[in-house]
C-alpha cells in the first residue's frame, strides 16, 4: 500500500510540473496586460516602467524560472489588478467555492441514490419513468439557463430567495462559513441547486443503470432463492454492487463541481473562485490566472489519489491484488 | 437467466433496433423534434423574416419590443420580440440554432476521428505507444472540460473556427479512452488472432474487423457528445468567451438578456433557452434510448 | 406425514414474448418421496430448468404460471402469498446454480452469505450460526473452515464454491434440493467427487434431490428415478435402471444410443445419432413434438400424446413406444466413480 501511494505522489509530483509549464507558457503567451492595466495616455517611460515593474520584460524562460523558484517557496506573484499575493487572493476565495461544492454533491448523492434505485428497481412504473425523463432534463438544461431560471422564479416572481451574493457568514477556525447563518443558508439554496442539478441526473442514472444491470445477475437470483426479502437483496447486495462504480464517479466528478461552479458562480454573483478566475481571464491578470490553475490542478491530483484509495477499499479484489503486488 | 433460450427469428439487427428505439414514444418524440430543429437550422437563411448578422438590417429603436410587436417601419412582426440590439428574436433562434449545430456536430465528427484514430493505435499497437497516448488521454481526462475549453479559448480569441477547435481539443480524449477500451478486448479475441493469422495488413485489420464491433456504444456517446458540445459552447458564449458578438450563437443571445429578467423583459432571454433546451433534450432523448436499445446486457 | 413429499401436477409455464408464446413447461406431472433422487434430464430448451425455477417461484415476466399445481407436502406453492414463499426458499426447498462464481457474490464474504441464509428463516445469535456455517463448511469436506469463511468467492476454485453452494443449501436442512446442472461448469474429476458428496449428503440427511442435466452418464450412479424432457413436455419417467437398460421413448432410446459408449464403432465411424433438430419452442408442430424426428412416427402422432401410467411404474408420452426393442444391450457407464 505505502509503495502504491509514494508511487502515485511522484506521479502526481510530474503531473504537476508539466501542467505548470503549459500554463506558464499558455498564459503568459497572451495578449500583453500592461495594456490594459495602464492609463491609455501613459507614455513609454510609463510602459516600460511597469513593464520591467513586473518582470514583463525579461525572456520567457527566465520568467518561469523565477516563477518556479517562487513557486516553491509558496509566492505565486502578485495580482496585476489587487497587488496583493495572488495565491492569497484564491485562497480566500476557496472556502466559498468549496462550501458551494460540498453542498451540491450532498444533495446530488443524498437525493440521486434513492431516486435512482427507485427507477432502477420499477423501470416501468410512472415514477420511474418520470425520474428518467427528469433526469434527462437534468443534465441537458446547461447550468446557466438553469440559474436563470431559478433566479426568475424563485427571486423575481416568487421573492422567496435571494438571488446574488453569499449573505452572512460565520467563521469557523479561521475560515468563513456561511451555512451556520440562517441568511448564509437562504443564500446558498439556489446557486447549490443549480450546481447539483447535472449530478443528481448523473447519479440517478448511475445508479438506475446499475441497478438494472445488478438484479439481473446471477447472485441476485440467488438470493432470492435461499428465501432472502427484498430489502436485504437490495439494501446489502445490490447496493454494495453498484456502490463501487458511483463511488469512484462521485470523486472524479467533485472536481469537475468544482470547475464548474465557475459558472454558477458569475449567474449568482457567488465571490468564490470561479467569478474571480473569468474576472481575472478578462482583464488578463495573469499571476491570478496561474495561481488558480495551479490550485486546481493540486486539487484534482489529491481529489484522485484519495478516490484511487477509496476504491480500493471498497472492492476486495482490487485491494487483495494490490496486497498480493 | 429465468429466461427460456430464444428461438432464432428472422428479424435482422437493423429491424430490431429500429423496432425496440420506436417503442418508447418519448424516444420517438425527441427524434422527431431533432429532425424538426435539423430542419429549421439547415433552412435557417430561408426562412429568417431577418438576417440578424447583418448590422445594416437591424434598427436600434425597435429594441426590447415584446413578442408580437411590430416593427417601426410596419414591414415585419417580431413574433417572439427583439433583444437590446433591435434584434428580431425568432431569426436569431434561427441562426443561432444553426449555428449550434453546425458547431456541436462538427466538433464531434472531428474530436471522434480523432479519437478513434488514437484509441485504435493504441490498443492495436499496444506497448509503448499504448502507454503513452493513454497517459496524453488521462492527463487531459482529469481535468474539467470547461477549464480546459475556458483556457484554450482565452489564449485563441473569438471565432466559429476557435471554438470548435477547443471543443475537439476537449471532446477527443473521451472516444480515445473508449475506443481504446473496447478495442483491447476485441483485440483478444480470436477472430482478431485468426485475421493476423491469415497475414492482412494491420490497417484492414482494424478497419474491418476491430473498427465495426466498437461502433455500437460509439453511436450512442457520440450523439451525447454532440449534445454536450452544443451545451458546452452555449456555456463559454454566455461567459463572454466563444462566438463574437456579431454572430450571437444561443449562448450570447441569453446572456444579453440576462440584465433584463429581473426588469420583466424576459423573452430576451427565455426564447433562446427555450430553443437550445429543445435541442439539447432532443438529442438527450435519442441518445439515451439507443444506449438502452443497443446494450446487449440488458436485453430481455 | 404422508412419504409424498412433492406433487407436482399439470404444471404449464408459457413465457408470452414479443414472438409469440414459449411453453417453456407444457403439462409437466412427476412426484417425488422423501428422500428420494430424482434424475432431470434433456437438453438445452426442453425446460427442466424452467421446472425447477417454476417450482421455486422465481419465475419472472415475460413468463408466468398458468396451470397446474405444485404441492409441498399438501400445500401448493403457487397458493402463496411472497412473504410466505420467502419462506419456504431457502428453508423447506433450496437451490444450486450451475455456475457458483456468479451465484456468490462477489463483494460480499462468505460468512456474509452463509449468515444470511439462516437468519432469514430463524433467529440465531451470530455466534451460533457462525457454527453452524462451520460445521456446514466442513461437512462439504472445506479444510480450514475459519479462515475460509472470512474470504471472498473469488478467492476459491470451481469445485470450492459450488461445495460452498451445497453447504449453504443444507444448512437450514431442507426437504427439497433442486440442483441445476451443478457440475456442468467443473472440471471432469470434481464432478464425480461433487456427484458423490451429494449423493452421500442427502442420503444421510434424508433430503429429497432433484439433480437437473443434460447427461445421461451423471445421472445412472445417482439418482433413483429418471425424468425425460423434451420441447417443454415430459416424455418418460421410471426408475433410473429400467429406464436406461430399455428405455420406452424413441428419443430416450435415441439419446442413449448416441452415448460413445454405447457405440461399438471402430475409429472413424460416425455415432449414432437423432436425425434433424430440435423444434423451435415456437414453431412446434402440432401433435407429439418429437414426430419430426422419430423413425417410429405415423399419422396417429399428429395428435397430443397423453401421459401412460404403466404398471411397471414406468410413465410414457408415446402412441408407439419401444418396447420391443428391449434385446438391445444398452449400458450407460456411471458417472460417479466414488468416492476420491
Known amino acids: 500500500m505505502l509503495v502504491f501511494v509514494i508511487r502515485r505522489l511522484m506521479q502526481s509530483a510530474l503531473v504537476l510540473l508539466v501542467m505548470s509549464v503549459l500554463v506558464f507558457a499558455g498564459v503568459f503567451a497572451i495578449g500583453n496586460p500592461v495594456d490594459i492595466l495602464i492609463n491609455p495616455q501613459a507614455d513609454q517611460a510609463e510602459i516600460a516602467r511597469l513593464t520591467a515593474a513586473l518582470g514583463l520584460d525579461q525572456p520567457l524562460w527566465r520568467q518561469y524560472a523565477v516563477f518556479l523558484r517562487q513557486a516553491a517557496s509558496g509566492d505565486l506573484g502578485n495580482s496585476f489588478v489587487y497587488n496583493v499575493p495572488a495565491i492569497g487572493l484564491i485562497l480566500e476565495r476557496l472556502p466559498a467555492t468549496l462550501e458551494l461544492a460540498v453542498c451540491a454533491m450532498l444533495i446530488a448523492v443524498l437525493l440521486g441514490i434513492p431516486l435512482g434505485l ?57 475560515i468563513t462559513l456561511s451555512f451556520l447563518t440562517r441568511d448564509g443558508l437562504a443564500h446558498m439554496v439556489l446557486p447549490a441547486l443549480n450546481l447539483a442539478l447535472f449530478k443528481l441526473s448523473l447519479i440517478i442514472r ?24 427484498m430489502r436485504r437483496i437490495v439494501g446489502v447486495h445490490v447496493l454494495k454492487n453498484i456502490m463501487v462504480p458511483i463511488c469512484t464517479v ?29 474576472d481575472s481571464i478578462n482583464v488578463l491578470d495573469r499571476p491570478v490566472i496561474v495561481a488558480y490553475l495551479c490550485i486546481t490542478v493540486i486539487l484534482f491530483i489529491v481529489i484522485n489519489l484519495v478516490v484511487d484509495l477509496v476504491y480500493s477499499l471498497l472492492d476486495p479484489r482490487v485491494r487483495l491484488a494490490a496486497a498480493g503486488n | ?72 417601419d410596419g414591414k415585419m412582426t417580431y413574433w417572439l420580440g427583439t433583444d437590446d440590439q433591435g434584434r428580431d428574436m425568432l431569426s ?13 456536430i462538427s466538433t464531434t465528427l472531428a474530436a471522434l476521428a480523432i479519437g478513434l484514430a488514437a484509441g485504435l493505435t493504441a490498443a ?96 450512442v456517446i457520440a450523439t451525447v457528445q454532440v449534445a454536450a458540445a452544443i451545451a458546452l459552447e452555449a456555456t463559454l458564449s454566455f461567459l463572454g468567451l466563444g462566438l463574437p458578438i456579431t454572430e450571437p450563437s444561443l449562448g450570447l443571445l441569453i446572456a444579453n438578456g440576462f440584465s433584463y429578467l429581473l426588469s420583466g423583459k424576459y423573452w430576451i432571454s427565455f426564447f433562446p433557452g427555450l430553443a437550445l433546451l429543445l435541442a439539447i433534450v432532443s438529442i438527450n432523448l435519442v441518445a439515451d434510448r439507443l444506449r438502452d436499445v443497443l446494450n446487449p446486457r440488458l436485453q430481455k | 406425514m404422508s412419504p409424498q413429499l412433492l406433487s407436482v401436477e399439470g404444471l404449464r409455464t408459457h413465457f408470452f414474448t414479443r414472438h409469440g408464446v414459449i411453453r417453456a413447461v407444457d403439462d409437466v406431472s412427476f412426484s417425488l418421496e422423501r428422500g428420494q433422487i430424482m434424475g432431470l434430464v434433456g437438453e438445452s430448451g426442453s425446460g427442466k430448468s424452467m421446472t425447477g425455477y417454476s417450482i421455486m417461484g422465481l419465475i419472472d415476466a415475460p413468463g408466468r404460471i398458468v396451470e397446474g399445481r405444485i404441492l409441498l407436502q399438501g400445500r401448493d406453492l403457487r397458493t ?18 450451475q455456475d457458483p462464481m456468479m451465484t456468490l457474490n462477489p463483494v460480499l464474504r462468505i460468512d456474509t452469505q452463509m449468515l444470511e441464509a439462516i437468519r432469514a428463516h430463524r433467529a440465531l445469535g451470530h455466534r451460533a450460526a457462525l457454527a453452524e456455517a462451520r460445521e456446514a463448511l466442513a461437512r462439504v469436506g472445506i479444510p480450514s473452515p475459519d479462515e475460509r469463511l472470512r474470504s471472498y468467492p473469488h478467492q476459491f476454485s470451481g469445485g470450492m464454491r459450488q461445495r460452498v453452494a451445497i453447504a449453504i443449501a443444507m444448512l437450514n436442512k431442507p426437504d427439497l434440493i433442486i440442483a ?114 422419430c423413425e417410429r412416427a405415423d399419422g396417429a402422432c399428429a395428435a397430443d400424446p397423453p401421459a401412460v401410467h404403466r404398471d411397471d411404474g414406468r410413465s410414457l408420452r408415446c402412441f408407439h413406444p419401444c418396447d420391443d426393442d428391449t434385446r438391445s444391450t444398452l449400458a450407460v457407464q456411471s458417472g460417479a466413480p466414488g468416492p476420491p
Request: charge should be neutral; include cysteine; charged fraction near 15%.
Open chain 1, 206 to 229: 448511475l445508479t438506475r443503470a446499475g441497478t438494472r444491470e445488478a438484479m439481473q445477475q446471477d447472485y441476485v437470483r440467488y438470493a432470492r432463492a435461499k428465501g432472502l426479502s
Open chain 3, 80 to 97: 402463496l402469498s411472497e412473504a410466505q414463499m420467502q419462506a419456504v426458499r431457502g428453508d423447506r426447498v433450496a437451490m444450486i446454480f
Open chain 1, 118 to 174: 427507485w427507477a432502477g428497481l420499477r423501470p416501468d412504473s410512472i415514477a420511474g419513468k418520470s425520474i428518467m425523463a427528469g433526469s434527462i432534463l437534468g443534465f441537458s438544461l446547461p447550468t446557466f439557463w438553469v440559474g436563470l431560471m431559478l433566479i426568475m422564479v424563485f427571486a423575481v416572481q416568487l421573492g422567496w430567495l435571494p438571488s446574488n451574493g453569499r449573505g452572512e457568514t460565520r467563521e469557523v477556525f479561521g
Open chain 3, 180 to 293: 441445476d446442472e451443478p457440475t456442468t461448469a467443473l472440471d471432469v474429476t470434481i464432478q464425480g467427487q461433487i456427484l458423490h458428496e451429494m449423493q452421500t449428503l442427502c442420503r444421510e440427511s434424508g433430503t429429497a434431490l432433484i439433480w437437473i442435466t443434460h447427461d445421461l452418464s451423471v445421472i445412472a450412479g445417482l439418482a433413483d428415478t429418471i425424468s425425460v424432457m423434451y420441447a417443454g413436455k415430459l416424455v418418460e419417467q421410471g426408475a433410473v435402471d429400467a429406464v436406461l437398460s430399455h428405455p420406452a421413448h424413441p428419443y430416450t432410446r435415441g439419446l442413449l444410443r448416441s452415448l460413445p459408449a454405447n457405440n461399438n464403432t471402430a475409429r472413424g465411424q460416425a455415432l449414432q445419432q437423432i436425425p434433424g433438430m430440435t423444434p423451435s419452442l415456437l414453431d412446434l408442430p402440432p401433435g407429439c413434438a418429437f414426430r419430426t424426428r
Open chain 1, 250 to 278: 462521485i470523486g472524479l466528478e467533485f472536481g469537475s463541481l468544482i470547475a464548474f461552479a465557475i459558472v454558477t458562480e458569475t449567474v449568482f454573483a457567488w465571490p468564490g473562485m470561479g467569478k474571480l478566475i473569468i
Open chain 2, 92 to 104: 436569431g433562434i434561427f441562426y443561432g440554432l444553426r449555428i449550434s449545430m453546425l458547431v456541436g
Open chain 2, 1 to 72: 437467466m429465468t429466461q427460456p433460450q430464444t428461438p432464432q427469428t428472422e428479424e435482422t439487427p437493423a429491424r430490431r433496433i429500429a423496432t425496440d428505439f420506436a417503442a418508447s414514444h418519448l424516444a420517438v418524440a425527441g427524434l422527431a423534434t431533432l429532425l424538426l430543429i435539423l430542419l429549421l437550422a439547415l433552412l435557417a437563411p430561408l426562412i429568417s423574416p431577418q438576417n440578424p448578422y447583418d448590422l445594416a438590417q437591424l434598427d436600434v429603436l425597435d429594441s426590447r419590443l415584446a413578442p408580437g410587436a411590430q416593427s417601426g
Open chain 2, 124 to 219: 492495436y499497437f499496444g506497448g509503448r505507444t499504448d502507454s503513452i497516448i493513454m497517459r496524453v488521454v488521462d492527463m487531459q481526462l482529469s481535468f474539467p472540460t470547461i477549464l480546459v475549453a475556458l483556457i484554450l479559448l482565452a489564449l485563441l480569441g473569438q471565432g466559429t473556427g476557435k471554438i470548435i477547435l477547443a471543443l475537439v481539443v476537449v471532446q477527443w480524449a473521451y472516444y480515445a479512452r473508449t475506443v481504446r477500451g473496447i478495442a483491447l478486448v476485441e483485440r483478444r479475441k480470436e477472430y482478431i488472432e485468426a485475421a493476423v493469422c491469415l497475414a492482412l495488413s494491420p490497417l484492414r485489420i482494424v478497419f474491418r474487423h476491430l473498427l465495426p464491433n466498437c461502433l455500437p456504444p460509439l453511436i
